[in-house]
């Protein structure tokens, strides 16, 4: 099977191009329609095509970097496109800091008064189901549009029923992280964005046949579909040189960089003027922890007693593990009750699949009770479901990955990077250093951004890896639970890696069993596709690695942390 010319190729075809470049003059221009009397900052040239395009094709997709400027783009994109309903969408623990940076920006800048913020988080919820309605946004700026990525999340469906209804709202869209996996995570939000200008194609199923040529990973690499007609946007010198995938992967890149409308940064990267090292700190389990990891390889049941059925449910138990404890329910759950609940869980997902309706468990739930689905397992859960609750209790085993830690933390300042939070507050009790959780704040409510420099902090990855701009305070990073996805480690190590650093950034990494070295090499894999695809460089392909080393060297290890049991 192979991509077939359409008349919606054809289309994307004859799409205008430009070069991805501020013309002469552009930056001075829009300075000075954009700044008060009394402003004195600089539009950035990226930033100045990015609000031309917005401003000519009526939106924009914007796939920048982090240190690009973003922040500045949103709050006069609004401004640019003459909204008088506009919303920007953005994480939660981005709103305050968000609001705090406009106010500042408004000395400088014609930014907006009128501009409403939303969480993805709040419009996600069931009592939010219509609040996009209600608003009526005629401009929606998604920050961070990767969390609309995932089209069966409750929040993407809302904003796609929106767009449905409302096509001729205008979207501006904005990522550091372009791309997860596949073509897929990005499509929908650049035909918000760009309506019939989109260089990709506007059917999904049309969509869906190019993401199986173009994607680095298919479930079944025996369905992947040959370039075909892609091969027209392709250079035959890549064609001959690199082979029929790549020259069409890189094809689609440079038609989706040279779009109008798309303004993207740099094939190198931002040039952060600072080198970046990452380097792997391997460290052993205990004896007991290893006998725990024997059992989980070889029969899938937890140190708890409780046993897996999904392979990543493996992977997340092996990385707690290795940092020295595993959740265990304290009480344990009743078999009746875990029953119940995993049929239920079963029942929704499939559910979800496949419809365009329902968009939560809460939305299946009331469709069951409306008699639009089948009530069985609905019942059976509800009969059972309040005579448990869970309350999951950290249990540790050994304390080897936390005096790596404190090792680590003793030898200067810097940011430790962590996945749970069991770990988290344990490292924090046994150094003293601050923890920042959610929303970017510590247990005493001081923000991340007033952190005291001079000293080490532990961090939590989801709550802080995006939006920070902690360059100026520490050059050093540890990672204690190192993420597959190369969108997540590239938001990650922009923290510290980011226009405005002076310092060589620095890197090490947890290294205690099988999955964290998996991690490492399915970031690298994807980083090489993402940048192959839509041109996107990862600070992972910039890196100095060179004392990093490859699973196969692992898969010779001894012991069950690494895969090999006896």
Known sequence: MEIEKTDCLERIIALPRRQ???PEGLVEQLT????TPWGTMRLRALQALALHDIGVCGG????????EGKTLISALAAYVLDAQRPLLLLPANLIQKTAREFRELSEHWLVPNHIRMMSYQMLGLVQSARDLELYNPDVIIFDESQKTKNRDAAVTRRIERY????????????TGTIMRKSLLDFAHVLRWALKDGAPVPLEDSECLMWSMCLDTNIENEFMRVEPGAL???????DVESRGELVAARRGFQRRLRETPGVVASALSGTDVGVGL???????????????????????KVTPNGEELWEAAEVWAHSKQMAL???QRWTPPAPDEWREARRQWDAFVRSILSTSRTWDSPLHVAQACDAGELPTDKLERWRKVKDTFVPNPVPYWVDDNALK????????????VWTEHVAFAERLSALTGAKYYGAKGLAADGQFIDDADPNSCVIVSIDANREGRNLQRKWHRNLITSFQEGADVNQQLLGRTHRPGQTKDVEVDVLVGCREHVRAWSKANAGAFAIRDTVGSQNKLLIANTDEWFDVDEMEEWPGPEWGNCE
């Open 20 to 22: 991805p470049v501020a």
């Open 324 to 326: 020295g404890f595993y």
């Open 277 to 299: 090292t990452i380097r792997p700190i391997v460290y052993e389990v205990s004896e007991e922890m290893r006998e725990h990891f024997d059992v989980l390889r070889n029969d």
């Open 32 to 35: 000075e329609l954009l700044k």
């Open 231 to 237: 091969l027209e946007l392709a250079d035959p010198r």
């Open 163 to 174: 767009m449905d209804a409302h096509p001729e709202t205008k979207v501006v869209a904005m």
């Open 404 to 415: 790596v830690c404190a090792d680590w933390m003793a030898r200067g300042p810097g940011l």
């Open 60 to 67: 924009g997709f914007l796939p920048l970097d982090v240190g």
